[in-house]
């Protein structure tokens, strides 16, 4: 499920085509920092790659089985910070949803281990909440548009 259009933003919120952003990892490149992997993987999810999300979960942690049917409407990505150590990393993110009639977050503050020069997810520590966005404050989407002008 790839975007129509190559030259669309990537769904990761870098601002960049989708093309010269996470395509490229999914098509096989390693992610060079645990953000830009977060980052592919969150596209992934967007883009139901569940191959591409199996692929880059460490083995030690990797669920059996990968099932985004009836997964979350994903609609914008915040990243609060990350870093990496050797060959250890973090990246601590807040993913937006739709829920219904309004919006739903996960936070996450993720775990990552590089081997062999790959960067692999390995756990996080989740929290999830309700957004209430007022009217004048910027819509949950990610437009960059007022929440009264766009999603309302």
Excluded at 7 to 18: E, L, M, N, Q, V
Excluded at 85 to 101: K, T
Excluded at 136 to 142: I, V
Aim: charged fraction near 25%.
């Amino acid at each position: 499920m790839i975007p129509e259009s190559k030259h669309k933003p990537c769904p990761c919120g870098s601002g960049r085509p989708y093309r010269e952003c996470c395509e490229v990892f999914h098509q096989g490149k390693p992610a060079p920092t645990p953000e830009a992997l977060m980052r592919s993987r969150y596209t992934a999810f967007v883009l139901k790659l569940t191959h591409y999300l199996r692929d880059t979960w460490h083995e030690s942690t990797r669920p059996a089985g990968l099932d985004l049917e009836g997964s979350p409407d994903w609609v914008a990505l915040k990243v609060m910070g990350s870093g990496h150590q050797g060959d250890q990393g973090w990246v601590h993110f807040r993913a937006i949803y739709r829920a219904g009639d309004g919006w739903g977050f996960l936070e996450e503050k993720s775990g990552f281990c590089r081997e062999k020069d790959r960067w692999y997810y390995l756990s996080g520590d989740t929290s999830e909440g309700m957004l209430k966005p007022g009217r004048n404050e910027p819509c949950p989407c990610g437009s960059g548009r007022k929440y009264k002008a766009c999603c309302l």
